[in-house]
């Protein structure tokens, strides 16, 4: 059976970090594109990170660049996102999700992602 399982989520205070990982089982996910994705109460889900089956690409988006990092522990068959500096803005349900097989592309657009993991809470407060 083909699964993403991400891990990781919690509470946390502004300024403060934390590390996802999305776990993938029944295929591996170095050969695919794996994004990262989140879902605010109320708004649209947007494309946080992506990286390619290759290494060579990887894109953020505007309100984390410079603060999240994405890599791949491929000895796992997992993909991480290191959060730095978290913000209360970046509280909501983040998602993997995998596209492929390709190789040195990705985009952070959802649509075109057709494995997906069920998500896990990220809350930033004090």
């Known amino acids: 059976q083909l699964q993403l399982v991400e891990s990781g989520g919690g509470l946390v205070q502004p300024g403060g970090s934390l590390r996802l990982s999305c776990a993938a089982s029944?295929?591996?996910?170095?050969?695919?594109?794996i994004g990262w994705f989140r879902q605010a109460p109320g708004k649209e889900r947007e494309g946080v990170s992506c990286?390619?089956?290759?290494?060579?690409?990887?894109y953020y988006a505007d309100s984390v660049q410079g603060r999240f990092t994405i890599s791949r522990d491929n000895a796992k068959n997992t993909v991480l996102l290191q959060m730095n500096s978290l913000k209360p803005e970046d509280t909501g349900v983040y998602y993997c999700?995998?596209?492929?097989?390709?190789?040195?592309?990705?985009?952070?657009?959802?649509?075109?992602?057709?494995?997906w993991g069920q998500g896990t809470q990220v809350t930033v407060s004090s």
């Open positions: 990286i390619s089956s290759s290494d060579t690409i990887s």
């Open positions: 999700a995998a596209w492929g097989p390709l190789i040195g592309r990705c985009v952070l657009s959802p649509t075109v992602y057709n494995r």
């Open positions: 029944g295929f591996t996910s170095a050969y695919y594109a």
